[in-house]
T-cell receptor
Framework: EAGVAQSPRYKIIEKRQSVAFWCNPISGHATLYWYQQILGQGPKLLIQFQNNGVVDDSQLPKDRFSAERLKGVDSTLKIQPAKLEDSAVYLCASSLGDKRTDTQYFGPGTRLTVL | KNEVEQSPQNLTAQEGEFITINCSYS?????LHWLQQHPGGGIVSLFM???GKKKHGRLIATINIQEKHSSLHITASHPRDSAVYICAVSTTGGGADGLTFGKGTHLIIQP
């Protein structure tokens, strides 16, 4: 079974530029998460999708971050414009969505460096 | 105050030692997760538990709901166990079940 795919794996941009990350969850997984992991810290949830609807985006900085999952499968996370403090690893995870078996499967992450 | 606290933050031990990593949380949860993250690697789920104890190979996870505390134990530790171990919780209420993470415990097992 293929795992969660993310691209790119690495991205270096200058502040005030825009960047987009892509995630392809495990086939059949209804729930998709984006997390931000700053160096030395645990991941922080940015947004959770159930199919193509947003369940929780309370910690998403909406003035600069946006995310979509138009067809309920792939998802993109965008930052516009980027700030230095956005340097982090952006992790995508997916789960079946059944709370009795809600193990989350993580992708390899995208490491973003903002200069 | 963080909702999920782990201790210790860093742990160095010799191969073969019994390892214990602790996690305390301050919120109502539907489940507690232990995850492993290797340097430069992704995150792998080790356990998800809401009560009692689970065992997988040399790893054992326990949880005490009344005390809001969980422990991850590694028996007969090996250098390949070196990684960051992260405790995370799924909080109760609403439809959201995104995880709230601790800061992780950086474990190094020396040969």
């Amino acid at each position: 079974e293929a795992g969660v795919a993310q691209s790119p794996r690495y991205k270096i941009i200058e502040k005030r530029q825009s960047v987009a990350f892509w995630c392809n969850p495990i086939s059949g997984h209804a729930t998709l998460y984006w997390y931000q992991q700053i160096l030395g810290q645990g991941p922080k949830l940015l947004i959770q999708f159930q199919n193509n609807g947003v369940v929780d985006d309370s910690q998403l900085p909406k003035d600069r971050f946006s995310a979509e999952r138009l067809k309920g499968v792939d998802s993109t996370l965008k930052i516009q414009p980027a700030k230095l403090e956005d340097s982090a690893v952006y992790l995508c995870a997916s789960s079946l969505g059944d709370k009795r078996t809600d193990t989350q499967y993580f992708g390899p992450g995208t490491r973003l460096t903002v200069l | 105050k963080n909702e999920v606290e782990q201790s210790p933050q860093n742990l160095t031990a010799q191969e073969g030692e019994f390892i214990t990593i602790n996690c305390s949380y301050s919120v109502g949860i539907s489940a507690l997760h232990w995850l492993q993250q290797h340097p430069g690697g992704g995150i792998v789920s080790l356990f998800m538990l809401s009560s009692g104890k689970k065992k997988h190979g040399r790893l054992i996870a326990t949880i005490n709901i009344q005390e809001k505390h969980s422990s991850l134990h590694i028996t007969a530790s090996h250098p390949r166990d070196s990684a960051v171990y992260i405790c995370a919780v799924s909080t109760t209420g609403g439809g959201a079940d995104g995880l709230t993470f601790g800061k992780g415990t950086h474990l190094i097992i020396q040969p």
